[in-house]
């Protein structure tokens, strides 16, 4: 008897959370950010549609699924930043170790690989 209980349980909690998880609302793909370029521009934008939301004193269910759907394309502007960050990192870093040892060449290819893709991100 036991046993049937507790497989119950267990049965009755695994519905549970389905049902709340299909409860969720639609999921979106939001706007692509293939580039940095297309990222960072995405994310001005949308970080202001998100501003204009936010700043009202009340939220209708209309605005509220209008913020659902643009922090989808939020999300893939921050990923495509922080890939390109990442790398960003390892360039510079390849720039501070060739100042060490004098590579005045690697410092100036390394150094407007990196310049050019800080630029994007702040001009």
Do not use: W
Request: aromatic share 6%; hydrophobic share 45%.
């Amino acid at each position: 008897m036991r046993l049937k209980t507790f497989v119950c349980a267990v049965l009755l909690s695994l519905s549970t959370a389905a049902m709340a998880h299909s409860d969720r609302p639609d999921h979106f793909a939001g706007l692509p950010a293939n580039t940095l370029t297309e990222a960072v521009q995405n994310f001005s934008a949308y970080n202001a549609k998100l501003a204009a939301l936010v700043a009202q004193d009340t939220l209708t269910p209309h605005q509220l699924h209008e913020v659902h759907q643009l922090t989808y394309t939020l999300e893939n502007a921050l990923e495509k930043m922080r890939a390109e960050l990442a790398i960003l990192a390892e360039v510079l870093e390849e720039v501070h170790v060739a100042s060490e040892y004098s590579d005045a060449a690697k410092v100036k290819a390394r150094g407007q690989v990196y310049l050019n893709t800080a630029r994007q991100l702040v001009p």
